[in-house]
């Protein structure tokens, strides 16, 4: 795996800070001790089809830190990312998020599915910062990043805090609502459906070889294939409107070293449940 350190953002940052704040203006954390200084700096790292997968470290001072990964259509700069990173380094704990192939500021062409291909993707970025010294503490997927992160656990035995933030355990649901009805027979008639948004915009295309990967992952084969070692914490909003919260209990009954906890009232993107979904988190890795 090659990487090249590409520039320096900011500056480090260092003060008392009492609390952070999400969207609403809540209280995420009450911090009654020094921020430590955090300096972020932009990363890129070459996947096995050597396209630059870009992300950003934000170095408290720590070799160890905790890798974060977006959801379906989505990047590192998503507001559930950056308030997860903003409440994680604030504890003192490093942070690197980062671009899958296809999203973002990384290189490649966005496919529909593509779950093991994203998988591969974070195999190179852990095989990077480990080279480099790091030690990956945890590894934690929002939406479709969360069956990421447990299908690489299901591959791989390296990493021992898996974070599981509303993934989908039935991959079979969700189609018909993104690509309507009698999808299955539009695209073996027309070997692909272009997906649009409510004013009827292009968004993205759907092949059948795509739709095609998404039917064939099992979820089910990789819950049963995590080894008992690996911690698996599960966090699902009770309102989500995209995934609905049973697929949460599905993973509960199959994962060995598995915790659930159900955020009462959340939606898909925790948009009024930023201060529950960050503390779960917290005290889940810390608790290693």
Not at 24 to 51: F, Y
Not at 182 to 202: A, C, L, P, S, Y
Not at 250 to 266: D, P, R, T
């Amino acid at each position: 795996m090659e990487a090249k350190q590409q520039i320096t953002e900011g500056s480090e940052i260092s003060g008392l800070s009492l609390f952070s704040m999400d969207a609403d203006g809540e209280k995420l954390n009450s911090l009654q001790h020094e921020v430590p200084a955090i300096s972020q700096e932009k990363i890129t790292i070459k996947n096995n089809s050597g396209e630059n997968l870009v992300g950003t470290l934000h170095d408290v001072g720590s070799n160890n830190l905790v890798i974060l990964c977006h959801g379906f259509r989505s990047s590192k700069e998503s507001k559930t990312i950056l308030s997860i990173t903003d409440v994680l380094t604030n504890e003192g704990i490093s942070v690197f998020r980062f671009d899958f192939s296809g999203n973002g500021e990384s290189e490649g062409s966005f496919q529909y599915g593509n779950f093991w291909r994203e998988v591969d993707d974070l195999r190179a970025v852990i095989l990077y910062l480990t080279g480099q010294k790091r030690k990956v503490d945890a590894i934690v997927g929002h939406s479709k990043g969360g069956n990421v992160v447990l299908l690489y656990a299901s591959k791989y035995q390296d990493i021992s805090t898996v974070i599981n933030i509303s993934g989908r355990f039935d991959l079979k649901g969700g189609i018909e609502g993104r690509l309507g009805k009698n999808f299955m027979e539009k695209i073996r008639k027309d070997g692909f459906i272009g997906v649009t948004d409510k004013k009827g915009e292009f968004m993205y295309q759907v092949t059948k070889e795509s739709l095609e990967d998404r039917l064939r992952t099992d979820m089910r084969a990789a819950c049963l294939s995590i080894e008992q070692s690996c911690r698996v914490l599960t966090v699902h909003g009770s309102e989500d409107e995209t995934v609905p919260f049973e697929d949460a209990l599905e993973f509960s009954k199959l994962i060995i070293n598995h915790k659930l906890h159900i955020v009462q009232g959340a939606d898909h993107r925790y948009m009024s449940h930023q201060l529950e979904l960050a503390k779960t988190l917290l005290e889940f890795i810390r608790s290693n």
